[in-house]
């Protein structure tokens, strides 16, 4: 890892993550990288963020492995985080007529905190963009079909082929998931050195992590060669 998230960081992160729901967690990941006002970024925003820190911290691009849902044979892509990020630049649709005058705004973590405990949530979530429901039911139905394609649009859809049978489908990538892969991935890295080293030197948690990356490098290198 090449970002500012230090092994201490990247651990506290992991943990502080457990048992949320996957917009809590991109939440968490830049809050604590220091990003301003996530709660109100709108998704496509907060998704643009989460790339830059992913290519920041873990790498340029994001490599995908799924199956041919006909064949079963499995495709591996790399995508880089660059083309991911101007797939999330999409232009706002117009309004349709029935919601000419009514403010409309795009869906943010605030507006999906609020509604994940509703009895019905996608209700709750137009209450929430309206701020009143005296509206007519011409036109709650086109402000559900307009906050249908505000959050479809904030997520990428990838268009695949299977190189062996030629089927085509589409996959949707949610990139919060694939930022927790990743800090997943190297939190359980960091929790095996700690452990290493902790056999090895009978050191603490708090000291390992105090070392620096080399020094904590070469103490693991002669831990694990003896
Ligand atoms: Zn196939």
New binding site residues.
């Given amino acids: 890892m090449k970002s500012q998230m230090d092994a201490k960081a990247v651990l506290d992160l992991w943990e502080a993550g457990q048992r949320r729901y996957p917009y809590q967690r991109a939440m968490l990941v830049l809050e604590r990288c220091g990003w301003p006002e996530v709660a109100d970024m709108p998704l496509a925003e907060r998704d643009r963020a989460l790339l830059a820190l992913y290519r920041e911290t873990f790498r340029s691009s994001l490599g995908l492995v799924t199956d041919?849902p006909?064949?079963?044979?499995q495709l591996e892509l790399q995508l880089p985080a660059a083309d991911l990020d101007q797939m999330l630049h999409l232009p706002t649709p117009e309004a349709p007529k029935a919601l000419e005058g009514v403010a409309l705004r795009d869906v943010t973590s605030r507006d999906l905190d609020a509604v994940t405990n509703a009895t019905d949530p996608a209700a709750a979530l137009q209450g929430r963009l309206l701020g009143s429901d005296n509206l007519p039911e011409a036109a709650k139905e086109a402000l559900a079909a307009w906050i249908d394609a505000r959050v479809n649009a904030a997520e990428i859809s990838l268009g695949l082929t299977?190189a062996?049978?030629?089927?085509h489908w589409s996959e949707a990538l949610d990139i919060p998931s694939f930022f927790w892969f990743e800090l997943e991935i190297a939190a359980r890295r960091v929790m095996r050195d700690v452990a290493d080293l902790a056999l090895a030197f009978s050191w603490s948690e708090e000291a390992v992590l105090s070392m620096g990356p080399e020094r904590r490098q070469t103490y693991l290198e002669l831990a694990r060669a003896s």
């Avoid at 006909?70 to 044979?73: E, P, V």
């Avoid at 062996?164 to 089927?167: D, I, Q």
């Fill in positions: 041919c006909d064949c079963d044979a299977c062996e049978c030629g089927a």
